[in-house]
């Protein structure tokens, strides 16, 4: 699968912070950058729950909330950090045996529902902040229609080659436990991995909504 723009876009809201002169606001930034305010919001947000920044509020002038700057968290290292081979590392530790798979959705199912349980929603409905979830992970869903997600991008498409049952197994494993954790009527029936070139295909069950 493609990479898609929103990692290119989030890389640059990162180089950006680190090169600004102490902490920097979501305003300063979109100007540097020609980009919409809520598009460097919505990157910083994910930066900053992957511990690539951190959030600091200005000292209020008066009424209002005070405004939110950021800076390069302590420590974060500007280095490559290799992923895609801990990945790997962790599906081989799991093997691709049908109990693998089975503890490979494990995992991914805990992940999310954790995930969902300490993460207050954003979205109107749970079906809504899946797709917030899916976007911030990297794998730019699209709705084809009620029952079906559509995911463009795969963050793990090195290791699929590999690994691609067990890498399937957790990203099925996490959007069912995250629908759980929000109490949605709706269930991943199925993942269907490259159901056309480049595409993977999440099936809905009944109560998705339209």
Same mark, same amino acid.
């Given at each position: 699968?493609?990479?898609?723009p ?8 990162? +180089?950006?912070?680190?090169? *600004?002169?102490? @902490?920097?606001? /979501?305003?300063? %930034?979109?100007?540097?950058l #020609?980009?919409? !305010?809520?598009t ?11 511990g ?40 081989t ?5 049908? +109990?693998?798979?089975?503890? *490979?959705?494990? @995992?991914?199912? /805990?992940?999310? %529902?954790?995930?969902?349980? #300490?993460?207050? !929603? ?35 498409r ?52 339209a």
């Open positions: 699968m493609k990479s898609h929103s990692t290119g876009r989030r890389e640059r809201v990162l +180089q950006a912070v680190r090169a *600004a002169e102490g @902490a920097v606001g /979501a305003d300063e %930034l979109a100007a540097d #020609s980009v919409h !305010p809520n460097v919001r919505f990157h910083l947000a994910a930066l900053e729950r992957s690539d920044v951190e959030r600091r509020d200005a000292q209020s002038m008066g009424r209002g909330r005070p405004r939110a700057l950021y800076r390069p968290s302590a420590g974060a290292h500007e280095g490559e950090r290799h992923y895609e081979m801990l990945a790997g590392v962790l599906a530790g799991l093997g691709h045996t049908e +109990q693998g798979r089975t503890r *490979a959705t494990e @995992a991914g199912y /805990a992940w999310g %529902l954790t995930h969902a349980r #300490s993460a207050a !929603p954003r979205e109107r409905d749970a079906v809504g902040e899946l797709f917030r979830l899916l976007g911030e992970l990297g794998f730019a869903p699209r709705r084809a229609d009620a029952g079906t997600v559509e995911l463009l991008n795969c963050p793990f090195q290791t699929v080659a590999e690994h691609g049952e067990l890498i399937c197994a957790v990203h099925a494993g996490l959007m069912r436990g995250a629908l759980a954790g929000w109490g949605a009527e709706a269930e991943v029936t199925s993942l269907e991995p490259f159901a056309t070139p480049g595409l993977c295909r999440a099936r809905l069950s009944e109560g998705a909504g």
